[in-house]
């Protein structure tokens, strides 16, 4: 077991290791800037919001949202969103 978690770990990293991404941050939270992507550059964002708990009962709900931008030209740019909710009442 250890081995082959091992074996999948290192997988996981040279995988990780051969594609280079860059992150950036999203300085206002929520709140969109007035940045455009320049023109054939692509990105891609993935939220996950998981709620649990309640007073009584029981209570789990998780939202998945995956957001791909594409910049059209250097001022301007297009985006995709898809929305996914979980629910367990």
Known sequence: MRKS???????AGTFAMAAPAQADENLLGYSYGAETLPKG????YV?????????EGHYDAQDYQIEIEHGISDKVQIS???DFASHHI
């Open 80 to 82: 995709g969103y898809l």
């Open 47 to 55: 939220w996950f919001t998981d709620r649990r708990g309640k007073a």
């Open 5 to 11: 978690l091992i074996a999948a770990l290192a997988a």
């Open 41 to 44: 550059k692509t990105e891609a």
